[in-house]
């Protein structure tokens, strides 16, 4: 599940792996706890293959991953197909207004011009990602511009 910052990725995986048989990993929680912070996209695609490979169960949501389509490109080149992508389609305006409700002090708060900044950058890496994407995965696009009710709706029609 991808998607710009506070478009609810980690609200809706969150509902979607408590109604079904699946595990919940963060990718950018991944990389910290497992310090792979500076360590190029190779070592730390590979440390994800590595990591589902010892998941009992084959159902994971993963949550901010891919980043870049080089992530997509090398996680697929190395025999991992994701069963489907659900890609979080949210306005910069959605995702400014959504931040304003979250506290300051809170550990996912960002400052307008900081998040502005998160939101352009995924949406530039967005541009040769989602192509790929399209090509080599199942892709559900999906409105998270309204409520998360909605959205979720959309995501379990898909499945």
């Not at 305006?93 to 900081?114: F, I, K, T, W």
């Not at 352009?120 to 998270?144: D, H, R, W």
Request: glycine share 4%; with cysteine.
């Amino acid at each position: 599940m991808i998607g710009p910052k506070i478009s609810g990725k980690n609200t809706l995986a969150t509902a979607l792996v408590e109604r079904s048989n699946a595990k919940l990993l963060n990718f950018n929680k991944f990389c910290e706890e497992n310090d792979l912070a500076g360590k190029s996209d190779d070592d730390i695609v590979l440390a994800l293959i590595q990591q589902l490979s010892q998941e009992i169960s084959p159902r994971v949501v993963i949550t901010d991953f891919p980043q870049t389509a080089y992530q997509a490109k090398f996680f697929v080149k190395n025999g991992v197909h994701p069963h489907r992508v659900f890609i979080l389609n949210c306005s910069k305006d959605s995702c400014q207004e959504r931040m304003l409700q979250v506290p300051v002090n809170a550990s996912n708060y960002l400052p307008s011009s900081l998040l502005s900044k998160k939101i352009g950058q995924y949406n530039e890496n967005l541009k040769e990602l989602l192509p790929f994407l399209k090509a080599n995965t199942e892709t559900v696009e999906v409105s998270s511009e309204g409520s998360f009710v909605n959205s979720f709706k959309q995501i379990c029609a898909s499945i």
